[in-house]
T-cell receptor, first 115, second 112 residues
């Protein structure tokens, strides 16, 4: 199993550009989520999905869109990038769709810089 | 508002000694707590967890203690090893609620 994979590893954008961060898992996990990590802030939940076709907002959803058309993939879209979105982004997945106490597996992260 | 706080950004201990990492929370609705470990350029990995119905959970060299009245938990690593050097995140959530809150992390350095 490859686990949770994220692409790209690094990305530099200009303000106003759009892009999609890719996340895929091959563990047949129902629950997937996106976090951002900023210095001094820990990880903050952006959006999550409890199964294909179902998504919901986390703590910091503004400026981001998600969709879940398959169990395996959970892309994160930035519609119009802003410098405040400079961060490291982590995707995570877990087996359970109802109880997020189930162990979450994290991808290696995408480091995004918005100029 | 930061509902989960790790007030020590860094901790340095000697190999073989005990490492104690601390975490405080403000939301009394939290009833499940986790510790994650993170190496540079990698994602966090799950280490150990504890439910609010317990006050202690052990897994090998790692023990987590929960003091609900003080809204405080701690992670003990005994004995500490150089490979334990990493950033440790405390996290908390409510059962059946997907909004997991993380602390800012503590960087542990274990010196040989």
């Amino acid at each position: 199993n490859a686990g949770v994979t994220q692409t790209p590893k690094f990305q530099v954008l200009k303000t106003g550009q759009s892009m999609t961060l890719q996340c895929a898992q091959d563990m047949n996990h129902e629950y997937m989520s996106w976090y951002r990590q900023d210095p001094g802030m820990g990880l903050r939940l952006i959006h999550y999905s409890v199964g294909a076709g179902i998504t919901d907002q986390g703590e910091v959803p503004n400026g981001y869109n998600v969709s879940r058309s398959t169990t395996e993939d959970f892309p994160l879209r930035l519609l119009s990038a802003a410098p405040s979105q400079t961060s490291v982004y982590f995707c995570a997945s877990s087996y359970s769709r109802r109880d997020s106490t189930d162990t979450q597996y994290f991808g290696p992260g995408t480091r995004l810089t918005v100029l | 508002d930061q509902q989960v706080k790790q007030n020590s950004p860094s901790l340095s201990v000697q190999e073989g000694r005990i490492s104690i990492l601390n975490c405080d929370y403000t939301n009394s609705m939290f009833d499940y707590f986790l510790w994650y470990k993170k190496y540079p350029a990698e994602g966090p990995t799950f280490l150990i967890s504890i439910s609010s119905i317990k006050d202690k959970n052990e897994d090998g060299r790692f023990t987590v203690f929960l003091n609900k009245s003080a809204k405080h938990l701690s992670l003990h690593i005994v004995p500490s090893q150089p490979g334990d050097s990493a950033v440790y995140f405390c996290a908390a959530l409510k059962y059946n609620n997907n909004d997991m809150r993380f602390g800012a992390g503590t960087r542990l350095t274990v010196k040989p």
